[in-house]
């Protein structure tokens, strides 16, 4: 075990000097980060046993990886694998779908990988050696893969698995839209799809000890670093999208290559060298100027989480000045009460006339100006809700503030599993927060989930990152366990060398209630548990077998309780889960004088099937004294908790031909049930919002 000495914010505010025992079979492994106080434990650790995230966990488990596959092994409906089929030579063809498929297929694979590391199903191991199979023989012999460029050079007869082929694949020209060649358009997402497949590589050795697809990812990452050694200047800075500044860290992480970790901070210095650069792809000044989250949403927060990566590694103090500085802006300004980001389709830079007061740019699925936040067009692509998780769950790691695992677990709940529906076989490309039926044009994007969307980045994207949520639920410093996420589980782990195994009951997040009962502790050796105390809670108990305890319960910190535990020791918390209306900031002009309302970590919404009388959800009217009750039941037979309570009718509801009125007075009570925002749109079509008008 390697051992080293760091600096870690505990309890959100205080800053201690601890070392961590490096471990290599997390999800992100820091065990060995000289600037990170928190690891992941083993991806075999965590088991759900019980209660929601079981439930979920069994629909992907055992429905949603497989109807997926479905899609991607039917050529009619995706050529997200017959492409990899037409590039290994097996079959003949061409290629069909979005230059990024060959990202999405890694990503629903390390999906597979994720589950069987806990359940260890033979079924998806032979699944996912028939998948590398096809991947290993499409890959180049340079290493270099991306099924458009190969399946063309195949199809004009050039040998891709010859080494003297190396010299002729990188093409030289960039921005043409007609130069096929390797790396030779931005848009072509090679480096996004490289990215995914280390990631996938890694996840997959860490869940089998097999070295197939991470022999591969090694391949890649090695022509990547010979790319970016030998390619023009021009040439070199040409990549969007960045999800190979995590891959190529956690490649780091994996192999210790030293060959890698300097690949990432190049790359981070080669950003704002780009001639014509641009907001969208944040690289039109140098990220150690950037201050403020701008551009697509997408690209933005997978690059602030590899840029957390590599501050994890090198401890650059600017970097994490501006990730923090970043941070702050989207959390105050720019992030929806879900987590969800990227509020704009389509628009123009606010970010332009703060650096080229002539040049104002235009933006697509991007942030918006600050407090630019509306509903019915929000953008808000479940992809870029997953890179704000991932982006502050790393620095949740660095750092060990609560604030950080607050919004993991916000987006979790609420902006990413609203991405995917309850049955597990339908998606979302975008989350808006209200869906009217009297909206006088057509959206971009259909209102109901579908099996497979046109742009599938987002399908595997949700179903690999909730395969791996128990990835999340437990984390460990010096000091001891993290409990970061609650949910019925149980975890095994080992802790400085000790046995540690834990039992979680809860119905979280239905009830505030967690137990957790120590089945194996280290013998006359001290541990300390932490536990989060979520910022939305008000009020919580803390009991160790049935006797109060004083640790400090504060709203959006760890409470540490810190002793010599004994076999069989129970611990009980419990925290107050009353709804709360909620108010927007003033200058959120959409939602001014209207209220949203959570219970929990549950952001709730109104579908108009649950209002009373088949009235509409601008017909409605929240009192500030509503009472809302929690009942229990079910949505496409999944287990939820709703909300029902009286409302009030607007004693007028007629807008049509109108555009100003008097100001209408209440109508009648209305009996409404509010649902779970995630779980909105699995009965049919329906209007639907989550800001609700005020009670006048």
Known sequence: MVTKKIKVVLFGVCLATVSISAQTVGLTDMGGSKYAGITNVGMDATKWTDGFWNERFQVFSRTSLQSMWNTWNTPEISHGFRNFEIAAGVCPGEHWGPPFHD??????????????????????????DHVIEYIVKAQRADGYIHTPVII???????????????????????????EKGAFANRLNFETYNLG?????????????GKRTLLDAAIKATDFLCYFYETASAELARNAICPSHYMG?????????????????????DIRGMVDNGTDDNQDRIPFREQKQAMGHAVRANYLYAGVADVYAETGEKLLMENLESIWKDITTRKMYITGACGALYDGTSPDGTCYEPDSIQKVHQSYGRPYQLPNSTAHNETCANIGNMLFNWRMFEISGNAKYMDIVETCLYNSVLSGISLDGKRYFYTNP????????????????????????CCPPNTLRTLCEAQNYAYTLSDEGIWCNLYGGSELNTKWMGNKIRLIQETDYPWDGTVKLTLKEVPEKKSLSVFLR????????????????????????????VRRVWKKGDRIEFVMDMEPALLESHPLVEETRNQVAVRRGPLVYCLESLDIEGGKRIDDILIPVDIKLSPVKTEIA?????????????????????VLYRKVSENGDPVHVRLIPYYAWGNRGKSEMTVWMSLGR
């Open 248 to 268: 190529v860290v956690e490649m780091y992480r994996a192999t210790k290559n030293p060959r890698y970790l300097e690949l990432s901070k190049n790359l981070i």
């Open 637 to 657: 037979g999944s287990k939820v908790t709703v909300l029902e309570g009286s409302a009030r009718l607007l004693k007028e509801d007629s807008w049509e031909n």
């Open 433 to 456: 927060l209200r869906i009217s039926a009297d909206l006088p044009y057509t959206l971009r994007w259909p209102k109901e989930r579908t099996e497979y969307i046109s742009c599938f």
């Open 152 to 178: 063309e050079e195949r199809n004009k007869g050039l040998d891709s698995h010859s080494e003297a082929h190396r010299q002729t694949v990188i093409g030289t020209k960039v921005g043409d839209e007609k």
């Open 103 to 128: 990202g999405d297929l890694y990503k629903w694979l390390e999906g597979v990988a994720a589950v069987y590391a806990v359940n260890k199903d033979p079924e998806l191991d032979e699944l996912m």
């Open 533 to 560: 105390v979520p910022e939305w809670c008000e009020e919580a108990t803390l009991t160790i077998n049935g006797e109060p305890v004083t640790a400090g319960l504060k709203a959006g910190t760890y409470a540490e």
């Open 196 to 208: 995914h497949l280390m990631m996938a590589g890694i996840v997959h050795y860490r869940a089998t």
